[in-house]
């Protein structure tokens, strides 16, 4: 499966920006997707996943309660509205696809990466 991440950009604290991941390839319904993001001099952490169905969920604490994720399998899309944004948002995001299905925080189980966009939250 190919990604590709977009809708990233720059917006002052407490804005929101929806990004989205377009995936082409085998049905995207196959696949648990996740978004993740690395700042720069940081690892990259996990933001929050989404399972192949849609119905299991599960999100970074940093973001619990201002980010959601949601997808639409025919389009073959997945979606992050990211909510009150703040500065320790910033970073590049990437989304992420898990041929197993799984719902899992770790970058090491996910196989295929979107290039990233980059979001920018100005205090």
């Known amino acids: 499966v190919q990604l590709q991440a977009s809708g990233g950009g720059s917006v002052e604290a407490g804005g929101s920006l929806r990004l989205s991941c377009a995936a082409s390839?085998?049905?995207?319904?196959?696949?648990?997707m996740a978004w993740f993001r690395q700042a720069p001099g940081k690892d990259r952490e996990f933001v929050a996943v989404i399972s192949g169905s849609g119905v299991g969920k599960d999100y970074a604490e940093k973001v619990r309660g201002r980010f959601a994720i949601s997808r639409d399998n025919r389009r073959s899309m997945v979606f992050l509205q990211m909510n009150g944004l703040i500065p320790e948002d910033a970073a590049v995001y990437y989304c992420a696809a898990d041929k197993y299905d799984g719902v899992s925080a770790h970058p090491s189980n996910y196989d295929y990466w979107g290039q990233g966009t980059q979001v920018t939250v100005s205090s």
């Open positions: 390839g085998r049905p995207l319904s196959y696949y648990s």
